[in-house]
């Protein structure tokens, strides 16, 4: 379970998009959400877009691994697709905040890697939320003053980097992934494969 | 500190080379030790060949961070070159036993990232030590019994693998020491970094 968190516009969208077309291996946890659909966004694909009803109905079903307000809307993680991914062998990518990185943390500990990426610089941050067009000036100018709020939680994090290129952003997660892939304790399987070795088969 | 370990013939010796290669800031941490300069070693390079008298001098001038007993002969780590080598930067890669490894990671701890690597299988194994022609029959015997042993320790590492094809063993170590380097508590700098960012600068 791979958390990927940085404020808006500091790049964690097109990094894990990047990531997901390189690595097979890997699944997205698509949240839900009660926010408006914004234009070029699909349901389903980029959230599952549901109405405060729904999202209460799904809390209440205990169907949600973690959720929390941002915004004013309500963000949210279903259970079973993640559970049905870990089970069937992938890696599940979180695209989430540091609310749902510290309920999912709570939930999971060693099962989880976060990483927490950073903006260049406040200036770099503005430019990409106004460049991608999907706010408006109001609500730019809102997550940039929600930005230094969230920029706060970078130290809850195992890894950290900071976005200076896409290119070298996607490399520095698929090394975080890779190694953790390697980790003894990730790897039980070999405890059979030593005990064979050592029995000279 | 990144420390490799294996059974002897496993790969890790040419695994380091190829990194040491391809990553301007890693330094080799060149072992002193007792035994004889095998054909085609050079001093200085390989090891640092001293006799028994030497090597107690070192001991008791506490210039060793760790060595040990292997095969009849003493393995040790000169502290100097690896306090250098960090204090200028670089990170260090050492080709240490279990032995060495433990009582580096009780004076290390969290600054020490340790990786086993393990044969494809003994029969593989035991092909790599007779193909090198650096030992005798009977050392490779000898080599052959005590690598059952030295693989019990595998479940002490931090990261383990198979060393199927040097190349993919080396990305492995590659995305390892990669991912080491962006985890937070080894980038205390960017505190001042997001500091700054937060306030607008």
């Given at each position: 379970m791979l958390v990927l968190s940085s404020?808006?516009?500091?790049g964690k969208t097109t990094i894990s998009r990047h990531l997901l077309e390189q690595d097979k291996n890997l699944s997205l946890s698509i949240s839900v959400t009660t926010r408006p659909k914004r234009p070029g966004e699909s349901n389903g694909e980029d959230y599952l877009f549901v109405d405060r009803e729904e999202f209460n109905l799904m809390i209440n079903r205990g169907e949600l691994l973690e959720y929390a307000k941002v915004f004013d809307h309500y963000y949210g993680t279903p259970e079973k697709p993640v559970l049905d991914s870990l089970s069937s062998g992938h890696d599940v990518l979180f695209d989430i905040d540091w609310q749902g990185t510290q309920q999912l943390a709570q939930k999971a500990r060693e099962d989880l890697v976060s990483v927490f990426v950073l903006p260049p610089s406040m200036q770099e941050l503005e430019r990409r939320l106004i460049s991608?067009?999907?706010?408006s000036s109001e609500t730019v100018e809102f997550r940039m003053s929600k930005a230094a709020d969230e920029l706060s939680?970078?130290?809850?994090?195992d890894y950290v980097f900071v976005n200076n290129s896409i290119e070298e952003s996607v490399t520095h997660v698929q090394s975080i992934l890779n190694a953790e892939r390697l980790r003894r304790r990730r790897q039980l399987d070999l405890t059979e494969f030593v005990k064979a070795l050592r029995e000279g088969q």
């Open positions: 404020p808006s516009g500091a991608r067009k999907q706010d939680h970078w130290a809850e994090y």
